[in-house]
């Protein structure tokens, strides 16, 4: 069975239900209309069992005196538009407050830049203007991505928050969607007292040690000349390991570990990755001696028992 019910309603500037937002580009008004339908104010808007505990599947269809330029947005995407009516696919099931669309001359950018450059930005039937981003970009992933940026103007950027607790698919709550769904407001609430801190920090994260140690990790692996200098050599004062043999040994060692060698076995680059390694380990330059001729070695230093593959001729 189908029930049609007509329905009007007046937009207000209460800020509840669908209401107007006002801005003006070179002088003139214009306006965006959006929704706040929390918490009992989706029936403003059409009518409905207008409750948080009452959940349904929603199919909007809108249609408004739509002009060029302008943007529909709701929950779900797009699927169709006929008519001048904008159909989008079927909503979870939820609460109606969750419910939220909103339509006019909206905007995005998207710029590549390197941190903290400004950049000119050329937003939609606006001037073009330059500022500096604060953007911070956010993955959630189950594999680290491998990047060939090892420099420490990547790596002081970068914050890795490591999730260490796994739920058995016994214990996992099929209805904990539903339960926080009632808990958005605090969950809102929550996130602006974090937006107000990290503000404060000049939008700068904090660092836990289980982060610092998860970064450490992964630069480590995304370095594997350092990680190799790290995990291999052991200081032994009487020694002194050629340049030519410690890179043989490194070159066999990163096919051991099924490691992308990232072009660290050229002799050159090699070499430069080495004294890197010793900076951003123990900030000291690498103790490299001329051992005869043109041959240099590395003294002070030498390989583990355990990671020799080949003896030092």
């Known amino acids: 069975m189908t029930l049609a019910i007509d329905y009007s309603a007046k937009l207000t500037d209460s800020m509840m239900g669908i209401y107007p937002s006002y801005y003006e580009v070179n002088g003139e008004k214009k306006q965006i209309i959006g929704t706040q339908f929390e918490t009992t104010a989706a029936r403003q808007a059409f009518p409905c069992v207008d409750e948080p505990e009452a959940k349904a599947t929603f199919d909007l269809a809108i249609k408004y005196d739509e002009h060029v330029g302008e943007t529909i947005l709701s929950n779900m995407p797009e699927k169709r538009v006929e008519d001048g009516v904008h159909y989008f696919d079927t909503t979870v099931r939820m609460s109606t407050y969750l419910i939220a669309f909103a339509f006019g001359e909206l905007q995005g950018e998207e710029t590549k830049t390197k941190s ?3 950049v000119t930005v050329n937003a939609k039937n606006q001037a073009q203007y330059t500022t500096v981003l604060k953007t911070k970009l956010i993955f959630v992933t189950n594999n680290m ?6 420099s420490d103007g990547f790596s002081r950027r970068l914050n890795i928050l490591p999730f260490q607790v796994q739920v058995p698919l016994e214990k996992v709550d099929v209805d904990l969607e539903g339960k926080l769904a009632t808990e958005l407001s605090g969950i809102l609430n929550w996130a602006l007292v974090g937006l107000g801190e990290l503000r404060k920090n000049n939008f700068n994260f904090t660092s836990s040690k289980a982060m610092r140690e998860a970064k450490d990790s992964y630069m480590l692996f995304s370095r594997p000349v350092e990680r190799f200098i790290k995990g291999c050599l052991v200081e032994n004062h009487d ?26 076995t050229n002799s050159n680059v090699f070499s430069k990755k080495l004294r890197e390694a010793f900076q951003s380990l123990w900030g000291q330059p690498a103790p490299i001696v001329n051992m005869h001729g043109h041959i240099n070695g590395l003294s002070g230093y030498d390989l583990r028992k355990e990671g020799v593959i080949d003896e030092q001729p």
């Open 116 to 118: 903290g450059d400004s």
């Open 145 to 150: 991505p491998t990047t060939s940026d090892t």
């Open 239 to 264: 020694a002194t390991l050629s340049m030519k043999y410690l890179r043989e040994q490194y070159s066999q060692w990163i096919k051991s570990e099924n490691i992308a060698d990232r072009g660290t």
